[in-house]
């Protein structure tokens, strides 16, 4: 199957195929060709053509602008186009995208915050720039009422109130998790009036690349998947939720190294800045609702799901219990009379 995904790209990109990290919703391939090393991605997910071709033409204007920091370029096809769909009827499709020098990010000691920090800052007025020239697939964090169609409120709520067998041992985790999800909805209102623009919408550590040489320096932002138009703020408060991890010293030292670096790459107003505890909780409940549609549609066992009811709950937990720190941590860093720009 590989190969005959292979047999759509120039002769100079065929070569050995290697197995690379997969994620939840792609499995990647390194190819050694002759000429160019080149990343083989296949989406298992969803069979949207649409959300493919506007990812690639994100991917393809910001190839044009000049970064600090590189972003994955779609190679085409001989026919010129930049995907394929798979022979073995799956629906599927896959894509190829030149190879990028760098190293996965470990993530536990926050050494690459800052740089983090500054990468993101930068991809966010980059991507203001943007006009790729089609519709976004996906719909910003704020409408989630309106992304997950198997996860209505009722269906969430009875989930999350009268777990099913699987889920039962679950109960109290489940039970803040309804909690927090009523609460959101009542929150949603007004958070689209803040200022928007494209985001990537999923960055963390495993979605970045740093230097072999120099752990500290970030040198891509990969998996644009996710990207969309969507409140801006909604950049910083998906990565500060994934970086704070259990709230201890090292998660509070990488946040506010993130800061820094994001706050000297762009401003925000006082208004978003305030948004993005809100926002963070609007982030944990979007995964509670993507991994749960992913298990009532059968793509994921009840494990993957329990696991998230785990982690989430649990991160709920510290964001509230550090709130008071965010709001001291957040306006020192990122309001913009105190932006190092």
């Keep these: 199957m ?8 120039p002769l100079e990109y065929s070569g050995d195929i290697r197995q690379g990290a997969s994620g939840w919703n792609n499995t990647t391939y390194f190819i050694e060709g002759s000429l160019h090393r ?9 069979r949207d053509i649409e959300k493919i071709r506007f990812e690639h033409a994100v991917l393809q204007a910001l190839n044009q602008l000049a970064m600090s920091f590189s972003v994955p370029l779609p190679i085409q096809t001989m026919t010129g186009e930049t995907m394929v769909q798979l022979e073995d009827g799956s629906g599927r499709y896959a894509c190829m995208f030149e190879y990028i020098e760098g190293m996965r990010s470990e ?6 915050a800052f740089s983090f920090g500054e990468a993101a800052g930068e991809l966010l007025s980059c991507l203001a720039e ?5 519709q976004p697939a996906y719909r910003p964090y704020y409408e989630l009422p309106q992304s997950y169609p198997s996860c209505s409120r009722e ?11 699987p889920f039962k041992d679950l109960q109290e985790s489940l039970s803040e998790l309804g909690q927090a999800y009523t609460g959101m909805l009542q929150q ?20 970045l690349l740093i230097d072999s040489h120099d752990p500290a320096q970030v040198t891509a932002l990969l998996d644009f998947e996710f990207c969309t138009k969507d409140v801006r703020a909604m950049e910083p408060a998906v990565i500060i939720s994934g970086l ?4 201890n ?11 820094r670096g994001f706050g000297g790459r762009i401003r925000l107003t006082p208004e978003e800045v305030e948004a993005i505890p809100v926002l963070m909780r609007l982030r944990q409940i979007d995964v509670f609702l993507h991994f749960m549609s992913r298990f009532l549609n059968g793509i994921d066992g009840a494990e993957v799901l329990r696991k998230q009811v785990g982690y989430i709950s649990s991160e709920l937990r510290q964001l509230e219990r550090n709130e008071g720190w965010f709001a001291e941590a957040l306006m020192s860093d990122l309001h913009p009379k105190t932006s190092q720009l």
Excluded: M, W
Aim: proline share 5%.
């Design 2 to 9: 590989l190969k005959s995904i292979l047999n759509h790209y």
């Design 38 to 46: 080149s990343v083989l991605r296949i989406y298992e997910t969803h």
């Design 107 to 112: 993530g536990e000691s926050g050494r690459a």
């Design 130 to 134: 943007v006009e790729p020239g089609v």
């Design 155 to 165: 269906i969430v709520l009875k989930f999350c109130g009268q777990p099913p067998e």
């Design 188 to 207: 949603l209102n007004g958070l689209g009036k803040l200022p928007q623009q494209l985001i990537h919408g999923d960055l963390n550590y495993s979605n």
């Design 244 to 247: 704070l991890g259990q709230g």
């Design 249 to 259: 010293d090292e998660g509070r030292e990488a946040v506010r190294l993130f800061c």
